[in-house]
């Protein structure tokens, strides 16, 4: 019996580190980890650049935050409610947590020769918008702080679904590949270059 108490307490102790660290990991990991894994899986020489949206670490993130909670719970609980039920509720609950690390790590988007590939949060498929199906290009432009400067692409397909690439330095980088492939098809675009966003 003692043997089993001191077992038992032990247990609870590392299961308390855990949680512990899955709350201060939770800060930093995801943006180790969805990259790592997606530059393995999913970068080929063929892409002009690969990059992932910000709502992937955030869903990471959000995935160990809520098994760290779910933890958290257990242990508040755990002698209170005794018994294989509350177990098997707990782990059901943490396993439920599955979805957001899956989803987050097959979040991206990249371009390249054929045209945009996007794999939103709420797919496990990625979909292609390809340069010669684009029925138009909005230009976006944002003033910050009095300087006016490229915010995101939106391309528009003929169907009317719309997929967005936010500005950053991967993006800056082959903007001019991006030009050159809006007018080799003849794309019509728009921009709000005189009347920008304002934040």
């Known amino acids: 019996m003692i043997k089993k108490k001191e077992s ?6 590392k299961l308390v580190a855990y949680t512990i660290i899955l709350y201060i990991c939770s800060i930093f990991v995801p943006f180790i980890v969805v990259p ?13 650049f690969f990059s992932t949206p910000f709502s992937a670490y955030i869903t990471f993130m959000g995935g160990m935050i809520y098994t760290a ?3 958290t719970l257990y242990l508040i609980f755990r002698q209170r409610w005794e018994g294989i039920w509350f177990k098997v509720v707990s782990g059901a609950m943490i396993l439920a947590s599955i979805p957001a690390f899956i989803l987050s790590a097959t979040n ?3 371009l390249d020769n054929a045209g945009v590939h996007y794999n939103t949060l709420k797919s496990l498929k990625e ?3 390809r340069w010669d199906r684009i029925s138009k290009v909005h230009i ?3 003033n910050h702080q009095g300087t006016t400067s490229f915010y995101q692409y939106r391309f528009e397909m003929p169907d009317g679904s719309e997929i967005t690439i936010p ?7 082959h903007k001019w590949r991006v030009e050159n492939k809006i007018k080799e098809n003849k794309i019509p675009t728009t921009d709000n270059f005189k009347n920008p966003i304002v934040d």
């Open 108 to 110: 991206y988007y990249y």
């Open 8 to 13: 038992t307490e032990e247990n609870h102790v």
């Open 69 to 71: 909670v779910m933890l």
């Open 140 to 142: 976006l432009y944002r």
């Open 36 to 48: 790592s894994y997606q530059s393995m899986v999913y970068y080929s020489r063929s892409q002009w």
């Open 167 to 173: 500005s950053n330095d991967k993006l800056v980088e």
């Open 127 to 129: 979909k292609e918008y």
